[in-house]
């Protein structure tokens, strides 16, 4: 009906009437196991058997004439049954799930705004009904979904999306988050292998319902025990990086604040990839921003005065960011590349070997001795010193 009024009362009468049936099978199953072993329950095994056909006959019903017929209405009014058909399937409500779900989420991606926005409501509502467990399944499909739909054209779709685009929420199904329920979260219930890939991909778009959106849930999987983001943080540090120089403060806010937090575990973290981190960090301490810039700066700073061997391979990379930076005219972005280049001196005096290539750390002081910055050129110039005193004949050979 075009009256939301009957709809819901519809919707409502679906949902009784499940229910009804529900506990009339629940009755005739408690029956059969109170009875006497010598009783024959034939003549209730039909009955459960009937309303497995009705819960069947109903759903498909919802799904193919509604969800998906032309008409907006009735589009509308499928979405309401499905979730109130959820409501009243109660317990049982698991085995249906992989039907009701799916053209849900379809659903979020109607040209009728209208239907959009009772797509957020009957998703929320399922979610709430079935529990975290057995929603946790479409947690893929639910992100991809909701990212777009965090960009919504229309105001009223994304306030009726706003309890579903917090993943907290979704990971815990309540509104608060509790260190006790998202210990219990697990990376394969997630399937965070298969989530990662969908997230680098999102980090490429520049709306900032959307960005603040990612960043969100980029948080609230970090802080679940069970999955270990620095893992995967080569696949999305860019895209935070990225975000420093965004145009709205808040998002510039989120991003620095999730950096700052990654930072500090990696700080605890023995397992990292240097190696990718300091190629994407390099890349963006190029960076005409001069936030991303000098954030990249410091952590390369931070990785260097660690003082792990680690990153030695690529001393040559990082020695091309910093000296560029040590005459940058911002003074914070100077002091910090100064710092950093003198710590990574120290790294490869102290960790460099007699079989150690030093020709692309030449490459790179050449580059910069022909800078037109006296204090750039200066630092190469002890840079040479430096590797004469330890690798006399192999300077010679590369002159």
Known sequence: DKLYDKRKAAALEVEQIIYFRACLAALSNSVVQSMDAQFDPTFIIPLKREYTRFQDALISMLVEDYTRSPQANHRKGGLIGLAAATVGLGTNTEKHLMRIVPPVLDSFADQDSRVRY????????????VGRDSFIMFFNDVFDALCKLSADADPNVQVAALPLLNAAYLLNQSEERTESRLSCVTAPMLGIESFIPLLHERLNVHNPYVRQFLVGWITVLDSVPDIDMLEFLPEFLDGLLNMLSDPNREIRQQADSALAEFLQEIKASPGVDYGRLSQILVARAGSMDEFTRLTAITWLHEFVDLGTDKLLPYVADVLGAILPCISHPEDRIREVSARTNGKLLELF???????????????VVRREMGSGQEATRLKALRWIGSMLESSRSAVLKLQ
């Open 118 to 129: 009772y797509a957020c409501e009957a998703l929320y509502n399922i979610a709430k009904q």
């Open 349 to 363: 005096d102290q960790e460099q070997h007699d079989d150690f290539d030093i020709g692309p750390i030449m490459q």
